[in-house]
T-cell receptor
Framework: GDSVTQMEGPVTLSEEAFLTINCTYT??????LFWYVQYPGEGLQLLLK?????DKGSNKGFEATYRKETTSFHLEKGSVQVSDSAVYFC????????????????FGAGTQVVVTP | EPEVTQTPSHQVTQMGQEVILRCVPI?????FYWYRQILGQKVEFLVS????????KSEIFDDQFSVERPDGSNFTLKIRSTKLEDSAMYFC?????????????FGPGTRLTVT
């Protein structure tokens, strides 16, 4: 079945450092790919998405490129801030099929990122 | 900005008791979802709901679980007889469309602790 694997955390880094969170997926066809972020005490918020191969999603300085050949959707940010401390979730939504067109998301385990001043 | 809300933020219950988790989706959304995350594990899909009926459910969503939209604004998840393994964070989400490219908006979650 469909699945998402992302690197374990916590990832601890200093302010202005470069951040990469690896995400790979297993799916048939062309799923849509998402990164969600959860700040402390808050719900899951969509950070960015990509819906087809080679699409690049970007938001708030974060970027991720949909790589079909490596089945990856790694999240990157060039210079992190303390306010980026959160848990980041990679997720996929399968392409519609005869049995599933209701849009359930398949999540990775989440990666906690801690940015220190 | 419209948002999904959930109550309570934390619920403690004894094993075997019934609990109802409440969600208020974004007002013009028509598709509703429940997910859960057991501590340290993945966020897992439980159920999707549209037009007053379940459209899809996972194998986790057994007969102990039910969902309801009792009025025009609330969306509830009921667990009839809680077990220790039901302890988790439960997230509600809503979407205006179910398709592959459309975003789901999530609430802040309810942490359920079963003792």
């Amino acid at each position: 079945g469909d699945s998402v694997t992302q690197m374990e955390g916590p990832v601890t880094l200093s302010e202005e450092a470069f951040l990469t969170i690896n995400c790979t997926y297993t799916a048939t066809g062309y799923p849509s790919l998402f990164w969600y972020v959860q700040y402390p005490g808050e719900g899951l918020q969509l950070l960015l998405k990509a819906t087809k191969a080679d699409d690049k999603g970007s938001n708030k300085g974060f970027e991720a490129t949909y790589r079909k050949e490596t089945t990856s959707f790694h999240l990157e940010k060039g210079s992190v801030q303390v306010s980026d401390s959160a848990v980041y979730f990679c997720a996929l939504k399968p392409p519609p099929s005869t049995t599933d067109s209701w849009g359930k998301l398949q999540f990775g385990a989440g990666t906690q990122v801690v940015v220190t001043p | 900005e419209p948002e999904v809300t959930q109550t309570p933020s934390h619920q403690v219950t004894q094993m075997g008791q019934e609990v109802i988790l409440r969600c208020v989706p974004i007002s013009n959304h028509l598709y509703f979802y429940w997910y859960r995350q057991i501590l340290g594990q993945k966020v897992e899909f439980l159920v999707s709901f549209y037009n007053n009926e379940i459209s899809e459910k996972s194998e986790i969503f057994d007969d102990q679980f039910s969902v309801e939209r009792p009025d025009g604004s609330n969306f509830t998840l009921k667990i009839r007889s809680t077990k220790l393994e039901d302890s988790a964070m439960y997230f509600c989400a809503s979407s205006d469309r179910p398709g592959r490219t459309y975003e789901q908006y999530f609430g802040p979650g309810t942490r359920l602790t079963v003792t």
